[in-house]
């Protein structure tokens, strides 16, 4: 059958596309609109790495098809830094060296961007509880928690 | 593949009553999307429930609440006044998956993907939520521990969708807990799951109960001789050891790589008493 017309928005700029109803928002995140920061790592939602928020909500775009994001938001690790600006937890993650590979960090920098729009000053028992989707298999989780604890600081005093 | 995303009840049920292939209904998809990836299912139709008003819902009903099957963990861990009526049944939803995974998966994709270790499914049972259904024929309501017959066996007949779960009004001095073994703190599926509903009359006595285990058998069940256990009882340690006598005594469980039949019958004992004691500790408190 024909494919879907999607009208969408991404990073607050609306955007169009074709889609087959098997495909997922990862697919069409990667593949099509070429905004491959969203990494596919599992592909069943047990590991955050293509983590994105729908509406301000975090998900795995992995679990939602692109047919079912018409007339939604959708907010990727693309739209957190600001041309060369890049977003404080962006910043923190790299003075914590709290990345080695790479690959699960575009899933924690989304979804520590929404714990913090809830939450400004979480617990460490907070963070590690929100972060429990994203797995890092390289840096055993502390560092990262500290770079959302110290970004939390930054952006409390604005 | 077809999907459509119908805004009522009757669009969706005209698409599913009609559809000749394999058809699933999509709610948060954490299930249907995984089983599609690894070619369990290949449905020719899918029907999207979320664009209907009334899958979305949380509302107060006759003194109860009405959930909407496609309500997302995340909206009900939000909601404040549902999560103090009936804090079991939102933390048995929290349970499930991720923070990624909570802002998709809902209650009526819980129970109707068929798993006997659901872990909301035990907390709506003990809770008395009535599932109700619309199909060809209209709606009727079924009692949720009548909606799963087993491992991926469903009562819904052709075309027949769960819309919504409505749970009873609380009476005073009631709350409800469940609990769940894993082998780790997060994100893995119940080897157990209890969930205990009580009431406590004016002298702290308690005057009603409902108990019911997930992954103990082909089904959750709802065991009625362990509440029967602890009605009319303070649950003393003598109403705990006849509470946890009769959860063992109704556990058919698998002997698999997540827990022998031995393990998981002690769990279910265990994690019964302990959800009966901090039910009744809330319902003190209530």
């Known amino acids: ?158 | 593949m077809r999907y459509e995303a119908p805004d009522s009840v009757e669009g969706a049920v005209a698409l599913l009553s009609a559809a000749t292939g394999e058809v699933r209904v999509l709610a948060g998809g954490t299930d249907l999307l995984v089983q599609m990836r690894a070619d369990v299912v290949d449905p020719e139709l899918i029907v999207d429930i979320k664009k209907i008003a009334e899958t979305r819902a949380v509302s107060e009903e006759k003194g109860g609440w009405r959930i909407g099957a496609a309500v997302t963990g995340a909206e009900l861990k939000e909601h404040a006044r549902l999560k103090k009526a009936w804090p079991g049944v939102v933390e048995a939803a929290n349970l499930i998956g991720s923070t990624q995974v909570q802002g998709r998966a809902t209650l009526g994709g819980n129970l109707c993907n068929g798993s006997p270790a659901a872990d909301s499914v035990p907390a709506l049972i003990a809770a008395g939520a009535v599932a109700t259904l619309a199909g060809p024929q209209g709606r009727r309501d079924l009692p949720v521990e009548d909606v799963m017959l087993g491992p991926r066996k469903l009562a819904l007949r052709k075309g027949e969708i769960v819309v919504s779960f409505l749970l009873p009004p609380r009476a005073p001095r009631s709350s409800d807990a469940y609990l769940r073994f894993i082998p780790r703190t997060e994100m893995d599926i119940a080897v157990v799951g209890a969930g205990v509903s009580l009431t406590l009359d004016g002298s702290g006595t308690i005057s009603a109960a409902r108990v019911s285990l997930g992954a103990v058998a082909a089904r959750v069940l709802l065991v009625a001789e362990a509440a029967q256990a602890v009605i009319g009882s303070r649950l003393d340690e003598a109403a705990q050891r006849r509470l946890e006598a009769a959860a063992r005594a109704v556990c058919r469980p698998i002997d698999d790589k997540r827990g022998t039949i031995e393990f998981r019958t002690d769990v279910a004992a265990v994690l019964t008493r302990r959800a009966a004691l901090i039910a009744l500790d809330r319902a003190r408190t209530s």
């Open chain 1, 1 to 158: 059958m024909a494919k879907h017309h999607i009208e969408t928005v991404v990073n607050g700029d609306a955007v169009e596309f074709l889609c087959e109803t098997e495909e997922t928002l990862l697919d069409v995140l990667r593949d099509t609109l070429n905004l491959t920061g969203s990494k596919e790592g599992c592909a069943s939602g047990d590991c955050g790495a293509c983590s994105v928020t729908l509406d301000g909500r975090l998900v795995c775009s992995c679990l939602v098809l692109g047919c079912e994001v018409a007339g939604r938001r959708i907010e990727t690790i693309e739209g957190l830094a600001k041309g060369e600006k890049l977003h404080p937890l962006q910043q923190k993650f790299l003075e914590h060296a709290a990345l080695q590979c790479g690959i699960c960090t575009p899933g924690f920098l989304v979804a520590s961007k929404a714990l913090l729009e809830r939450s400004p000053d979480p617990s460490e028992h907070e963070i590690r509880f929100w972060l429990a989707g994203n797995l890092c298999r390289c840096t055993g989780y502390d560092k990262i928690v500290s770079a959302v604890k110290d970004a939390a600081a930054t952006l409390r005093k604005g």
